[in-house]
């Protein structure tokens, strides 16, 4: 499965409609009441207003769920009404539609936030619908067809799209160089059972001036037919037209990836304005974890701090994952290679780039410990570095999967927005660090030799020295020069105190 932002961002638009519509008595109340107000100031737009105001009230609150035809109809519908609004109009009125939903929406809970922002995407996402964009519409198929039957250097006569339902084949629109429907006024009556039986149909109702010596072309385009009446032989005028459709295709397709591309860019500025709200670097951690799941296609997050001091990393908290079981960890780096040879490349990136690269694990089985492969049945995870470019300071990672047992590939889209949410992420905790709250990286631990830890341990099952000596084949003073070190390292003041502090570390 490949990872899109398209799943994250349409559940985010999801939300905004589905919150709009679980207040519409309130909005509606609120709506009805501003034109009036403009009326009463004497604003010239308040006639507008109205009319914005009846076509949303109906478009809004339909039983349309399907959003990707919901906002395909939008500026279609919008074009249809009696009044042509100026694009400076059109912003104006939907931010005072938009106000007024805030006002309706009462406080109700943790998702109170989210509820707004998803409103506040959704009516940014309809006023870029219905700005005019000259590109979009050279890239509709009807705007395609309707310059194709105007050219007055094609021998193209009509063109008429339909489609295949229960019934057989029917005509749903056609294109001409009359007027609109003055070829045939209900194009959606003709039907037939095949394609041959409409095209006769067709060729029956057009008058016989226009009728005689026309020929119909049936052309396949994805899940309906072009049917083009010329009066040109097939071969002088099907590869033109099936070459004119490929070059449409393409532009389509390019129109399609720079419009994917962006959404990268919706989903930082979103995540942004989520952790943008911490108050304290406590509530910064929290937020930045469940950050990258609200606004990426992830399911679970584990935020884990770095410490360069001793090379060592613990977690900090985790998000649809059981966070005690992630504060739990302590982990020297130098056990990890993929992220330890990830932190080598520390200094050169902050010379050159400021950019770390996000890491893909296909399989977590070859690239991070068995043990917590087993604990949260990892199968594939990225791993997104938190990384603040203006220290250049690697502060931790995010560690980010589908869930338990799922694989997945992740698209340049994601790729980017998970580097860009990293760098967010990592100059909001340095910020915080600089204003004098002690960040949760610097609770790292010591980093302990393997002959250290195995005197831990011995201590912590109540060895003496003479006795740890002998067990570990070393001298009674080698013993002690051990102990010291260990007291230092873990600043205890005697031997029961490091033991101690060993076991709440997880170091033994």
Not at 79 to 106: K, S
Request: hydrophobic share 40%; glycine share 4%; charged share 25%.
């Amino acid at each position: 499965m490949s990872l899109t932002l398209n799943r994250r961002v349409k559940t985010i638009l999801q939300s905004g409609l589905y919150t709009l519509r679980q207040h519409q008595a309130d909005i509606l109340a609120k709506w009805s009441d501003m034109p009036h107000y403009l009326r009463e100031n004497q604003n010239e737009m308040a006639e507008e207003l109205e009319v914005a105001v009846t076509f949303f009230s109906d478009w809004l609150f339909s039983e349309e769920e399907d959003l990707e035809n919901f906002f395909r109809q939008l500026p279609i519908l919008w074009g249809e009404l009696p009044i042509r609004f100026r694009p400076n109009h059109t912003i104006f009125i939907i931010t005072l539609l938009e106000n007024a939903v805030h006002e309706a929406i009462e406080p109700d809970g943790q998702d109170f936030y989210r509820k707004h922002q998803a409103i506040q995407y959704l009516f940014t996402k309809m006023i870029e619908a219905l700005l005019p964009d000259p590109l979009n519409r050279q890239l509709e198929m009807d705007t395609f067809l309707e310059q194709l039957v105007s050219s007055r250097q094609l021998p193209i006569h009509w063109v008429a799209k339909a489609r295949k339902d229960e019934n057989g084949f029917r005509i749903y629109k056609i294109f001409s160089k009359t007027e609109p429907h003055a070829l045939i006024e209900s194009p959606a009556e003709i039907c037939a059972d095949t394609l041959y039986m409409l095209s006769e149909s067709l060729l029956k109702i057009m008058p016989l001036d226009e009728g005689q010596g026309k020929r119909i072309l049936p052309i396949p385009w994805k899940d309906e037919t072009i049917l083009l009446c010329t009066s040109e032989s097939e071969p002088h005028i099907l590869p033109f037209i099936t070459f004119a459709l490929q070059q449409f295709h393409v532009g389509q397709e390019i129109d399609r990836f720079y419009k994917q591309d962006h959404l990268w860019k919706d989903a930082v500025i979103l995540f942004n304005e989520w952790i943008m709200r911490s108050l304290t670097i406590n509530e910064a951690v929290e937020n930045i974890t469940s950050g990258f799941v609200n606004y990426l296609p992830f399911e679970r997050c584990a935020l884990f701090s770095y410490s360069d001091r001793d090379m060592s990393g613990f977690g900090l908290f985790g998000y649809h994952i059981n966070s005690e079981a992630i504060q739990s960890i302590r982990e020297n780096i130098t056990n990890i290679p993929l992220i330890y040879d990830l932190i080598r490349k520390v200094p050169f990136i902050s010379e050159k780039t400021n950019k770390l690269q996000p890491i893909h694990i296909s399989d977590a089985k070859k690239g991070l410990p068995e043990k917590y492969v087993r604990q949260f049945q990892l199968e594939s995870v990225i791993i997104a570095p938190i990384f603040a470019p203006s220290a250049g300071k690697l502060l931790g990672a995010a560690i980010l999967d589908q869930g338990p047992g799922k694989s997945f590939k992740v698209n340049r889209e994601t790729y980017m927005a998970l580097m860009k949410f990293g760098q967010s992420a990592g100059e909001l905790l340095v910020k915080f660090e600089r204003k004098g709250e002690r960040p949760p990286w610097q609770k790292s631990i010591p980093h302990l030799s393997p002959r250290e830890i195995e005197v831990l341990k011995l201590m912590a099952e109540g060895a003496s020295t003479y006795e740890a000596a002998r067990k570990l084949y070393l001298s009674e003073y080698t013993v002690r020069d051990y102990i010291s070190s260990i007291l230092q390292k873990m600043h205890a003041r005697n031997r029961t105190e490091a033991v101690v502090k060993a076991i709440r570390d997880h170091i033994i």
